[in-house]
């Protein structure tokens, strides 16, 4: 069971560069988040997914855009990126649809944009 | 939405002392309340959660209290340990299939050998 998967590990590209941030998941969760974590500002909801074929914005959604592939992948695109997307990026999964809100978090995605 | 404030941003104890972070919470609607782990380079994991149900609930050294009336809930550590340094975040979560939380900024605790 290797439960939140995320790829890559790190990231570099440069200002108006485009990238897709992969994840998935082995453990049948309905719902899927995504998150930036930058220093002292703790976790930012980015989009989640409910279910397959769903997906809602979160609290910084600017700049980003993300694909409920099936039940397991949820994706993460930068279509154009910027400076001040520079940051850690977790995926997460929780089985909400069973009242089970505890969140698995993915080993994190480092991304640099310079 | 929901906003979270969790208090303090730091922390620093010495070995064996116990630990307090607070957080305080806007929607009256959440009703699982989540602590999350995180050490340095990892990924934010699970310690110990409450439902609006409970009061309190413990773990061994790590206890979690609610006040639904008062909108707070708080996290106590005692007979700290070095390997308890780490970065806490506190959450509020609606009873949604989506199960969104909304997380407090964290807490750095530091404990002193």
């Known amino acids: 069971n290797a439960g939140v998967t995320q790829t890559p590990k790190f990231q570099v590209l440069k200002t108006g560069q485009s990238m897709t941030l992969q994840c998935a998941q082995d453990?049948?969760?309905?719902?899927m988040y995504w998150y930036r974590q930058d220093p002292g500002m703790g976790l930012r909801l980015i989009y989640y997914?409910?279910?397959?074929?769903?997906?809602d914005k979160g609290e910084v959604p600017n700049g980003y855009n993300v694909s409920r592939l099936n039940k397991r992948e949820f994706s993460l695109r930068l279509e154009s990126a910027a400076p001040s997307q520079t940051s850690v990026y977790f995926c997460?999964?929780?089985?909400?649809?069973?009242?089970?809100?505890?969140?698995?978090f993915g080993p994190g995605t480092r991304l640099t944009v310079t | 939405g929901e906003n979270v404030e969790q208090h303090p941003s730091t922390l620093s104890v010495q070995e064996g002392d116990s630990a307090v972070i607070k957080c305080t919470y806007s929607?009256?609607?959440?009703?699982?309340f989540p602590w999350y782990k995180q050490e340095l380079g990892k990924r934010p994991q699970l310690i110990i959660d409450?439902?609006?149900?409970?009061g309190e609930k413990k773990d061994q050294r790590i206890a979690v209290t609610l006040n639904k009336t008062a909108k707070h809930f708080s996290l106590h550590i005692t007979e700290t340990q070095p390997e308890d340094s780490a970065v806490y975040f506190c959450a509020a979560t609606r009873n949604t299939n989506a199960g969104k939380s909304t997380f407090g900024d964290g807490t750095t605790l530091t404990v002193k050998p």
């Open positions: 997460a999964s929780s089985d909400a649809s069973r009242g089970a809100y505890e969140q698995y």
């Open positions: 409450i439902r609006s149900n409970v």
């Open positions: 997914s409910a279910s397959e074929g769903t997906t």
């Open positions: 453990m049948n969760h309905n719902s």
């Open positions: 929607d009256s609607a959440s009703n699982y």
